[in-house]
């Protein structure tokens, strides 16, 4: 008799004999048959692996709690990424009107974006719940008014070594969220439609910096910031604004 755990969509578990897979959450299952009995085959999203297919049966998943359940609209975080970037967040009215109605926001519905390529929808996205969302706000080293120029674009040049590359994604969203394991709280899509928009806010705040620079004609720090050598994402990015 095959002895396994029963596992339900949401479940964060761990594989003992893959710990460096860090902790997953379960996004689908499929009834199996396994030595004649019944099972589970799994798709989970690991932290640093990515997506798997499991059959629970012969892999010893730990079951260690539920994902995190999102906040309702009104808290301030108003849906997931998925639902901001798409530019209809959780709680709109746009959401609601289709909710309502059983057919998705037309173009003209007040928070649905436009097919004449109007980017108020964008805006609206921005500053949804009246603040910017976790994932693409920059953090607190880049912008610190009691660092000096020179430590904030040290931070601002080693934020380049976020990428969206699997493990460099996660580290990522590790400093943005707070999180020991931000897939408790975003998939993997959702972070990787998020960490352009972030990319977008670095890339100019990096110009502002370098234009401040310019402006008080200080190569001399930007000259020190490059010392040991930059990783080349953040050298690219720092010649395109030194040029720009």
Partial sequence: MVLTVRFEKGDRVKHPKRPEWGSGIVRDIAPITHEGEAAQRLTIDFATKGRVVINAAIAPLEKVGKAYTPPKPNDGHRGSAAQLWAGHPEGSKAVHNGERNGAPPRDGDPGAPSSSGD?????????????????????????????????????????????????????????????????????????????????????????????????????????????????????????RALRG
Avoid at 126 to 154: C, I, S
Avoid at 165 to 183: K, M, N, S
Avoid at 214 to 235: E, H, S, V
Wanted: glycine letters at 4%; hydrophobic letters at 35%; a negative charge.
């Fill in 119 to 239: 980017s108020g929808w964008l805006d609206q996205l921005e500053t949804a719940g009246g603040k910017k969302h976790e994932l693409w706000e920059l953090p607190d080293d880049l912008t610190d008014p009691f660092a000096t120029p020179e430590q904030r674009l040290k931070a601002t040049l080693d934020s380049y070594r976020y990428s969206t590359e699997p493990r460099a994604l996660i580290e990522w969203a590790i400093v943005q969220t707070g999180l020991d394991d931000p897939l408790t709280k975003y998939t993997r899509p959702e972070l990787e439609q998020a960490f352009p928009r972030f990319a977008r806010d670095r890339d100019a705040h990096l110009r502002s910096q370098i234009r401040e620079f310019k402006r008080k004609n200080d190569l001399a720090t930007i000259k020190a910031c490059q010392k040991g050598g930059l990783m080349p994402a953040a050298q690219s990015a720092l010649d």
